[in-house]
């Protein structure tokens, strides 16, 4: 009888090992259930700290790479423009800056330069707001210049309108003014300090908007100050779009309550604003509860120091943040606040779940865990093989066997992913700054460096005449090919090409990569771009389409060499008077009928192996003295001999050097006659035929005095 019950609570192995494992499972997924529920609520505002933070660190990141965008153009502005211009002048040299900045930087509404005469110079844009002294109408203003001159009855201020071409569409008489740019906040600062200096946010006189203003000393001038004004009102698009979900509320603030920036901050500003007549708008000048409690909140905490609080707002409880800005705006601060039932709503729904999920879980991983594993094993080696292959640049692969692991397949197809990515993001960007980027030897940060580079702009002679005549999408193959042909000849010989505006080329040497033969590589790739042309050009010609003339144009100098833009978007390029001096060269070729027009500095730092002849001294526009400008003709390298000048050009040049010698000393009789002589030679050389009708005018003008 004890025996029937002793084999009545027996057990087999298999079921004793099942309900251990039971047990076991049963207490691990009880055991986190409890622990889950106890550390969700904490985890939910811990993660919403972690969204503040994020929130919060966005918008210091804005607008600390906006101060850096202008503060990168002051400095290039402090630089190369000469503060010592008359007004008029430096109104329309410091017009480009603004659109170009106001590209760049939409919060930008104006330039300026102020001098320790008195004078001021204004450029500001029409795009966020009319100073009233302007008037209405004119709905094609675009810029205002506002300058301000001394005079013996005091400060005359007059305002002149502008459209986008620069065409002046309304001109104010000088009045009287009190406006003196020497006690401004930004003046005697920006004496004082060896860079750029940071006002803090005041509202605008002329216009609704809470702005700031950032200056520096012109590097030229000591007395002079270049400036610009920047509105804070592109802080409420930045807030809205980081404002998810809606219930999500976001303020920028000073310490007095100022309001400087919300999602509907321009609403408020229209309806309220016109109220008050000196001051920025409040934020309990918005009526508004939740954002009042906010504010009040951060008053409420002890010595206005950065965390978290609750608090409750027509007894509704909120969870906020209030963080100083910093980046220079020490004295405004970001305040977040979002309700407790909408920050916890995914928490409640998460412990919920987990209840019905994770026994299931639990025991389905165990069964599949050793055959996944072995599953998972090999597509996960090929997958680190492709992507080490991918790292190294070198793309395309042997396709994979297809995984029926859905992780598998997304980790296969994030790999083709980022290597179409790369590769075509290669494309766009140039390679070595690709693999600058990706080895971390080059920043990805916005702002540059000063450092010697050489530049180089080609321009299609007759483009628009070409294009005109052919159908739009024969311009784009055609235009295509030429670039194709034309760009791997300047990249074979180590260019960055910085960008194609319509068919024109700007590249640079010497960055990201670092040459001391760049000025010699820069005219390398010049040479061959004009020698492939010219085999495009006749098999464009043979083909019964026009061929696509080429000029060139190369300087050296120092700029400014690094990414521009804003923090979602920039451009790696350089900037700087020898940028735009390599422009005027290429222009300067349509005047002498040359194709690759060079300054002295490039002729100088060549070398011995490229062959130059002399065109002219002359001030290119933007310049201020004469410049000696040179042709580059060829060059004699053993392995490329197709570069070698061509005949005709080296025959003519010992009668040419002589007939510049000539014109040096001012016998332009003889000078003519040997200009005659190279004429006849070479009737196709338009350098020729310009000094010719010079010399001719230096006779004829004797005879008319």
Known sequence: MRQAERKAFLWSLQAVVALVFTLIVLSISGALIGFNHQQLTALTFRDAEEDFQRITGSIRDEISGSLKVASSVLDTV???????????????????????????????????????????????????????????????????Y???????????????????????LRRIPPQRTDFDPRKRPWYEPSLESKGTILTPPYRFANVPEAGITLARQSRQTQDAVFGVDMTLASLD???????????????????SGALIAHPRGGSYRQIRQADLSSRLLTVDDLRSPLLSGMFHAFQDTSGHQRRSVSFVVDGENYFGRTEQVGEGFDNLFISLAIPYHTMLAPAEQIRSSLLLISAASVLLALLIVLFASRRLALPLRTATDDIRRIMK????????????????????????????ALSNFMRYVPTALVRGIIGRRFSSDLGGTRQPITVLFSDVAGFTTMAEALDPEAVMAKTSRYFSEVGSELVRSGATIDKYIGDSIMAFWNAPEAREDHVALACLGALRAARRLDRLNGEFIAEGGAPMRTRFGLHTGEAVVGNVGS????????????????????????????????????????????????????????AHAAIAVYELLGAHLPNEPELAPFSERLDTLPTWDEALSLCEAGDWEKAAALIERLVSIAPDDMLFQVYLQR?????REPQAR
Not at 147 to 164: K, L
Not at 405 to 415: D, N, P, T
Not at 695 to 699: D, I, T, V
């Open 78 to 144: 402090s630089l190369t423009v000469d503060p010592t211009l008359p007004p008029g002048q430096l109104a329309i040299v410091l017009t480009p800056v603004l659109k170009d900045l106001d590209r760049l930087l939409p919060a930008a509404m104006g330039i300026f330069i102020g001098r320790g005469d008195g004078s001021h110079i204004v450029v500001q844009s029409l795009d966020g707001g009319r100073p009233p002294e302007i008037g209405t109408g004119l709905e094609n203003a675009a810029l205002a």
């Open 146 to 168: 506002m300058i301000v001159e001394p005079s013996p009855a005091g400060q005359m201020a007059e305002w002149v309108v502008v459209d986008n071409q620069g065409r002046e």
């Open 237 to 255: 698009q930045y807030l809205d779009k980081l404002r998810f979900p809606p219930e999500l509320e976001l303020l920028v603030f000073d310490s």
């Open 393 to 420: 640049f070198e793309f395309g692969h042997v396709r994979r066997a297809q995984s029926r692991v859905i992780e598998v397949q997304e980790l296969s197809r994030a790999i083709d992913t980022l290597e179409l």
């Open 567 to 622: 923090v979602d978007r920039m451009n790696y390029t350089v900037l700087g008077h020898t940028v735009n001096m390599a422009s005027r060269f290429e222009k300067l070729n349509k005047r002498y009928g040359t194709t690759i027009l060079v300054s002295e500095d490039v002729r100088a730092a060549a070398g011995s192996d490229y062959l130059f002849r002399f065109v002219d001294r002359t001030v290119p526009e933007g």
């Open 695 to 699: 010399c001719r005018a230096n006779l």
